[in-house]
Nanobody, 126 residues
Framework: QVQLVESGGGLVQAGGSLRLSCAASGRTFSSYAMGWFRQAPGKERAIVTVITWSGGNPYYADSVKGRFTISRDNAKNTVYLQMNSLKPEDTAVYYC???????????????????WGQGTQVTVSS
């Protein structure tokens, strides 16, 4: 089992920044990929970015490239999402998720994730 707890959401004006954190506990050694997803009101949940615990380049959805950065601190079992130049359309509940099976590259966008956090609300005002 892996437990995930997100934090860092809030209300920010357009153009501002937020940093989300996702603290993982439990059998984190078995987690291979960590992803951030978001779900806006009335829309399906969509992946934003993914990073693996073992290294390698992170991958981003086109909508956030150049503005969002995912990073990890393996010693703290924590994954971060730095969000800059926020837009009103970034408003959503953001979830982190862990996948215990192998995936690579943008293939990690299309696979099933095994564990989910409870989500944290990000609201960007215009």
């Amino acid at each position: 089992q892996v437990q995930l707890v997100e934090s860092g959401g809030g209300l920010v004006q357009a153009g501002g920044s937020l940093r989300l954190s996702c603290a993982a506990s439990g059998r984190t050694f078995s987690s291979y990929a960590m992803g951030w997803f978001r779900q806006a009101p009335g829309k399906e949940r969509a992946i934003v970015t993914v990073i693996t615990w073992s290294g390698g380049n992170p991958y981003y959805a086109d909508s956030v490239k150049g503005r969002f950065t995912i990073s990890r601190d393996n010693a703290k079992n924590t994954v971060y999402l730095q969000m800059n130049s926020l837009k009103p359309e970034d408003t959503a509940v953001y979830y982190c998720a862990a996948r215990t099976g192998y995936c690579s590259g943008y293939g990690c966008f299309r696979v099933k994730y095994d564990y989910w956090g409870q989500g944290t609300q990000v609201t960007v005002s215009s």
